[in-house]
C-alpha cells in the first residue's frame, strides 16, 4: 500500500496507474517522491524531461537555464508557449510545471553553470539530467557529478540524431560505471560541431530523446529495469535505428582512471578551446553594414550550408565553412569584406581561419548573423 502520510488523496488518484503496475508498486512512486533532481537545460531536452518528470511525480524539481524564450525555441521546446517568449525560461517552466503537478517542488537558477557555482548548485540533488547543447557544460556536468558522487543522466542531439547515457551510477553490487570522459576523453576540435542554432535540429527529435532521458532518470531513482550505465543508446530518426554501444572505463580517464590528476573544476572553455573561437575579431552592425551595401564597395560571403541559403540570404556569394579553405581565390584582399552566417559564430570562425592560414587583414563578422541583421533593420525575411 502506497503511504498515506506522504501523499494526499489527489496525489495517490494522480500516480494510481503507475502504483498498480507490478514492478513499479508504492515502493516506486514513495522514491520518486522523495527524490530531488536538477535539470540542466530547459530547452529543446529540458522540456520532455521537465514535464514527464514533473507528470511522474518525481519530488523536487531544480531547473538551470540563464536564456529567456524565444520564438525559434517554440518548435522543440515544448515546455513554452507564445504568451511567454520574452520571459526567463527557468520562470516560464515553473509556471507550465505548476499546472501540470502542483505537488511537485520547484527551485529556479536563471543563472549559467559555471566552475565557480556548480558543486554548490549540484550538490543538494540526487540525480542531474543534463540537457545542455555544448561541450564545456558537459564536461563541467560531469565532472561536477563524479567529484559529488551524484549520477549524470545524459542526453544529445543533432539535427536528426540523439544519444543517451547515465554516467557515474552505481549498481546494486556497489560497482561504478563509466562516466563522460570515458566515452570521449577529448572534447572536439573547436567549432568542429555546431549546436542546434547553426546546425538545426528537427523538432519532434529532442521530445524522443528527452523522453528516453526521463525514463532514465526514473530507472536511476526507482531501481527498476536496468540503466543505460556502461551503454550509449543511439537514436536515427530518418532511419527509427536504435542502436546501443558499450561503453567501458578509460585508464587514462584524470578522473577515475589508474591515475587521477583532476581533483578539481577547471576552466572547460579552456579546455575545450572556446576561448579560441571568442577572441575578438573584427564587426560591423547592421547598419553600418547596409550602409557598406548600398555604396556598393564591399564583397559580401556567406559560409551557411546551401539549404539554409535557400530559406533566406542577403546579396551574397555562398561559400560554406566546411569547403571554405578550398575557395580562398575568390575572396577578395582589395576591399572590404563582411562575413556572415545565421548567427555569427560560424562567420567568426571562418574569419579566423582565413587570418590565420591565407593572411587576410580586410575581413569583418556581421555581428549577430543573419538573425541581427533582420532584427535590427525590422525586415519582412524568413527567420528560421
Known sequence: MIDEALFSDAERSRYHRQVIMADF?????????????????????????????AAAGVGHLGIIDCDAVDESNLH???????????????????????????????????VQLT?????????????????????????????????LDKPNVYASIYQFEGQVA?????????????????????????????NCAEAGVL???????????????????????EPLSGKLCAFDALSFELRTFRVTKNP???????????TTLIDYEQFCGVEAIETAVKEVEPTEFLTWQEQGDVQVIDVRE????????????????????????????????????????????????LEKQFGYTNLYNLKGGILNYIAQLGLELPVY
Not at 507564445?82 to 520562470?91: E, F, M, P, R, S
Not at 540533488?125 to 567529484?147: E, H, I, K, Q, S
Open 76 to 110: 522543440r521546446q515544448v515546455l513554452f508557449g507564445v504568451d511567454t517568449v520574452g520571459k526567463d525560461k527557468v520562470a516560464a517552466a515553473r509556471e507550465r510545471l505548476r499546472l501540470l503537478n502542483p505537488f511537485v517542488e520547484i527551485t529556479t537558477y536563471p
Open 25 to 53: 508498486g508504492p515502493q516506486a512512486q514513495e522514491k520518486l517522491k522523495r527524490s530531488r533532481v536538477l535539470v540542466v537545460g530547459a530547452g529543446g531536452l529540458g522540456s520532455p524531461v521537465l514535464l514527464y518528470l
Open 306 to 353: 546551401p539549404d539554409e541559403y535557400e530559406i533566406v540570404h542577403l546579396d551574397s556569394e555562398l561559400l560554406p565553412l566546411a569547403t571554405l579553405a578550398d575557395q580562398v581565390d575568390k575572396i577578395a584582399r582589395d576591399k572590404r569584406v563582411v562575413v556572415l552566417c545565421k548567427t555569427g559564430r560560424r562567420s567568426s570562425r571562418a574569419i579566423r581561419l
Open 252 to 262: 587514462a580517464n584524470p578522473l577515475t582512471g589508474d591515475s587521477p590528476t583532476l
Open 115 to 147: 566552475s565557480q557555482n556548480a558543486l554548490e548548485l549540484i550538490r543538494s540533488y540526487d540525480v542531474v539530467a543534463d540537457g545542455t547543447d555544448n561541450f564545456p557544460t558537459r564536461y563541467l556536468v560531469n565532472d561536477a557529478c563524479v567529484l
Open 203 to 225: 523538432g519532434v527529435l529532442p521530445g524522443i530523446v528527452g523522453s528516453m532521458q526521463a525514463l532514465e532518470v526514473i530507472k536511476v531513482i526507482t531501481g527498476i529495469g
Open 166 to 194: 547515465v554516467f557515474n551510477w552505481v549498481d546494486a553490487q556497489g560497482v561504478r560505471g563509466p562516466n563522460y570522459r570515458d566515452l570521449y576523453p577529448h572534447p572536439p576540435e573547436p567549432g568542429a560541431v555546431a
